[in-house]
C-alpha cells in the first residue's frame, strides 16, 4: 500500500518536472520566435555569426602575412657551425708537423640592412694537435670578426630594400582596403536581399487578401445559383479566379522561400526566422525617406570618388607598380658589391692565454673586396624590360577596371533611379485609378449593371497594379544597394547607418 503511494507520488513529480521543463522550453521557442526579423536584428547576426567578418579578418591577415614576410629577412639572426677533424698519418718528411687533430667552432649575429648592406658579427676559434718529431704542438686560434657586404650598383643605398619594403606595405593596406568593402558588401548584399522579401510579403499580403475577396465571392455566387440568380459558368468562372489566386500565392511564396535560402548563405541564423516574425512595413514610406539620398546621387554629374572607398586604390595601384618596377633589376643584370672585414687573432697553445692575445686590438687586421658580374648576353636586360613593362600593364589595367566600375555604376544610377522614380509615380497613379474603378464595377456588379468576368478583370488589373508597384519600389532600393555597395560613404542615412567605411 505504501509502495503504491509512494510510486504515485513519484510519477506526479515527475510529470510536474516534466511539465515544467516543456513550459520553459516552449516560452524559449516561443520568445525566440517571436523576434522581430529587422534590418537591425540581421546586421547584428552577420556580425556575430556571418562569414563576411571571417572573410574580411582572413583578407586582413593575408595583407598583414606579406608585410610581415617581407620583413623577416631584415630580422637579426644567430648562427653557428662546428667541425671536427683526426688523422692517424704521418708527415711526409721529419720537419714538417702532422696534423693529428683539429676542430673548431664559430658563432656569430647576422642582419641584412634596408640600406643595401648585410653585416655579420662573430666570434670563431680553431684548436689543433700537430706531432712532430720535438713532440706534440697545441695551438689555440680564437678570432673576433666583423663582416660588411654592401651593393654598389643594383641596391645601392637600400633602392631595392626601400622598393620591397614599399610594395608589402601597400599589398597589406589593398587587402585591408579590400576587405573592409568586402565586409560592406555582404551587409549591403543582405540588406537587398532583406528588402526583397519585404516587398514580396507585401505582395502576399495583397494575395492572401485578394484570395479573401475570390472566396466571398464564390460563396456569393453559390448563393446566387441556388436562388437561380446566376448560371453555372459564372460558378466556374468564380471556382477558377479563386484556384488561380491561390497559385499566384504559391509563386509568390516561392519566391521568398527562395529569397530566404540566399539570405541563409549570408546569415545563418535566417534558419530561425519564419513569416510571423516579419514587421510591417510601409514600403511607401520607405520609398518616401531615401529622398535625401537621391539628392545627393543626383547632385553628382560627374563620379563622387570622395564617396567610395576604392578611391584610394587609384593611388596605390600607382605605387606598387613603381615599386615593381625598380624591383625589376633584383638578382639581374650588372651588379658591384664591396666586402669588407674587420678581425682580431690570437694564437696561442693556451685556451686562455689565446682568447687574451685576440683580445689585444693592436694585433687586429682588416681586408676589402670587390666583386663584379656582369652578363654576357641580352637576356637579362630584356627581362628586365619585360617584367617593367608588366608592371606598366598591370597598373593600368587596375586603373581602368576602377575607372569603368565607379563611372559605370554612377551613370547607371543617374538614369536608372529618375526612369525607377518615374515608374513609380505612374504606377501609383495607375493603382488609385484603378482602385476606384473596382469599386465602381463592385457597385454596378451589386446592382446586376456588369457580369461577374468584367468585376474579375477589373480585380486582377488592380492586383496586377499593386504588385507592380511594389516590384518597381523593390527595383528601386535595389538600384541604391548596388550604388551604395560601391559608393560606401554616400552621406545619407540609410546608406551610412549600417556602411563599413574603410580608415
Known amino acids: 500500500m505504501f509502495s503504491n503511494k509512494f510510486t504515485t507520488k513519484k510519477n506526479l513529480n515527475l510529470r510536474f518536472m516534466t511539465l515544467i521543463v516543456c513550459f520553459f522550453l516552449t516560452s524559449s521557442t516561443w520568445a525566440q520566435s517571436q523576434e522581430t526579423f529587422s534590418e537591425k536584428w540581421l546586421i547584428e547576426n552577420i556580425n556575430k555569426n556571418g562569414l563576411a567578418p571571417l572573410s574580411a579578418e582572413q583578407m586582413d591577415l593575408s595583407g598583414e602575412e606579406i608585410a610581415l614576410s617581407s620583413q623577416v629577412p631584415y630580422s637579426y639572426q644567430m648562427g653557428g657551425s662546428g667541425q671536427i677533424f683526426r688523422s692517424n698519418s704521418d708527415a711526409s718528411n721529419s720537419f714538417q708537423p702532422a696534423v693529428r687533430n683539429s676542430h673548431g667552432w664559430d658563432v656569430y649575429a647576422s642582419k641584412a640592412w634596408t640600406i643595401g648592406m648585410t653585416s655579420k658579427l662573430g666570434i670563431k676559434n680553431d684548436y689543433s694537435k700537430l706531432k712532430s718529431s720535438?713532440?706534440?704542438?697545441?695551438?689555440?686560434?680564437?678570432?673576433?670578426?666583423?663582416?660588411?657586404?654592401?651593393?654598389?650598383?643594383?641596391?645601392?643605398?637600400?633602392?631595392?630594400?626601400?622598393?620591397?619594403?614599399?610594395?608589402?606595405?601597400?599589398?597589406?593596406?589593398?587587402?585591408?582596403?579590400?576587405?573592409?568593402?568586402?565586409?560592406?558588401?555582404?551587409?549591403?548584399?543582405?540588406?537587398?536581399?532583406?528588402?526583397?522579401?519585404?516587398?514580396?510579403?507585401?505582395?502576399?499580403?495583397?494575395?492572401?487578401?485578394?484570395?479573401?475577396?475570390?472566396?466571398?465571392?464564390?460563396?456569393?455566387?453559390?448563393?446566387?445559383?441556388?436562388?437561380?440568380?446566376?448560371?453555372?459558368?459564372?460558378?466556374?468562372?468564380?471556382?477558377?479566379?479563386?484556384?488561380?489566386?491561390?497559385?499566384?500565392?504559391?509563386?509568390?511564396?516561392?519566391?521568398?522561400?527562395?529569397?530566404?535560402?540566399?539570405?541563409?548563405?549570408?546569415?545563418?541564423?535566417?534558419?530561425?526566422?519564419?513569416?510571423?516574425?516579419?514587421?510591417?512595413?510601409?514600403?511607401?514610406?520607405?520609398?518616401?525617406?531615401?529622398?535625401?539620398?537621391?539628392?545627393?546621387?543626383?547632385?553628382?554629374?560627374?563620379?563622387?570618388?570622395?564617396?567610395?572607398?576604392?578611391?584610394?586604390?587609384?593611388?596605390?595601384?600607382?605605387?606598387?607598380?613603381?615599386?615593381?618596377?625598380?624591383?625589376?633589376?633584383?638578382?639581374?643584370?650588372?651588379?658591384?658589391?664591396?666586402?669588407?672585414?674587420?678581425?682580431?687573432?690570437?694564437?696561442?697553445?693556451?685556451?686562455?692565454?689565446?682568447?687574451?692575445?685576440?683580445?689585444?686590438?693592436?694585433?687586429?687586421?682588416?681586408?676589402?673586396?670587390?666583386?663584379?658580374?656582369?652578363?654576357?648576353?641580352?637576356?637579362?636586360?630584356?627581362?628586365?624590360?619585360?617584367?617593367?613593362?608588366?608592371?606598366?600593364?598591370?597598373?593600368?589595367?587596375?586603373?581602368?577596371?576602377?575607372?569603368?566600375?565607379?563611372?559605370?555604376?554612377?551613370?547607371?544610377?543617374?538614369?536608372?533611379?529618375?526612369?525607377?522614380?518615374?515608374?513609380?509615380?505612374?504606377?501609383?497613379?495607375?493603382s488609385k485609378a484603378l482602385g476606384n474603378r473596382v469599386e465602381a464595377v463592385q457597385k454596378k456588379y451589386r446592382q446586376g449593371r456588369v457580369d461577374f468576368l468584367s468585376l474579375v478583370q477589373e480585380q486582377d488589373q488592380l492586383f496586377n497594379a499593386d504588385i507592380g508597384l511594389t516590384e518597381s519600389r523593390l527595383l528601386f532600393l535595389r538600384e541604391l544597394f548596388n550604388y551604395f555597395s560601391i559608393f560606401n560613404k554616400t552621406p545619407c542615412d540609410f546608406n551610412l547607418e549600417y556602411a563599413k567605411i574603410a580608415i
Request: glycine share 6%.
Open 134 to 430: 720535438s713532440g706534440d704542438i697545441l695551438s689555440h686560434s680564437p678570432t673576433y670578426y666583423l663582416q660588411i657586404q654592401a651593393s654598389l650598383f643594383q641596391n645601392l643605398f637600400g633602392k631595392l630594400d626601400r622598393a620591397l619594403q614599399e610594395q608589402s606595405q601597400f599589398a597589406k593596406t589593398t587587402y585591408k582596403l579590400k576587405a573592409q568593402m568586402a565586409e560592406h558588401q555582404s551587409i549591403t548584399a543582405a540588406r537587398t536581399l532583406y528588402w526583397s522579401i519585404m516587398a514580396n510579403n507585401i505582395s502576399i499580403s495583397l494575395s492572401k487578401s485578394l484570395i479573401e475577396t475570390s472566396k466571398q465571392q464564390l460563396k456569393e455566387m453559390n448563393r446566387r445559383y441556388k436562388s437561380g440568380a446566376a448560371e453555372k459558368a459564372d460558378v466556374y468562372l468564380s471556382e477558377a479566379q479563386v484556384s488561380q489566386r491561390e497559385a499566384a500565392l504559391l509563386g509568390l511564396q516561392l519566391k521568398e522561400q527562395g529569397y530566404l535560402r540566399e539570405l541563409r548563405l549570408i546569415v545563418p541564423a535566417i534558419g530561425n526566422i519564419g513569416r510571423e516574425n516579419f514587421p510591417t512595413i510601409n514600403i511607401e514610406n520607405v520609398i518616401a525617406n531615401v529622398s535625401e539620398c537621391i539628392v545627393q546621387i543626383s547632385s553628382h554629374k560627374e563620379t563622387p570618388r570622395q564617396y567610395t572607398s576604392y578611391a584610394a586604390l587609384f593611388e596605390i595601384y600607382k605605387k606598387i607598380s613603381a615599386a615593381e618596377s625598380s624591383l625589376a633589376r633584383k638578382g639581374l643584370g650588372p651588379e658591384v658589391s664591396l666586402g669588407l672585414q674587420v678581425a682580431s687573432k690570437g694564437v696561442d697553445p693556451t685556451f686562455n692565454d689565446a682568447f687574451s692575445e685576440a683580445s689585444d686590438l693592436n694585433k687586429g687586421s682588416w681586408g676589402a673586396s670587390l666583386g663584379v658580374t656582369v652578363p654576357l648576353d641580352g637576356s637579362s636586360s630584356k627581362l628586365i624590360r619585360t617584367k617593367k613593362r608588366l608592371a606598366e600593364i598591370n597598373e593600368l589595367k587596375q586603373h581602368r577596371e576602377l575607372e569603368l566600375l565607379l563611372n559605370g555604376t554612377h551613370e547607371s544610377a543617374l538614369t536608372s533611379i529618375q526612369y525607377l522614380l518615374g515608374s513609380i509615380r505612374t504606377l501609383d497613379s495607375s
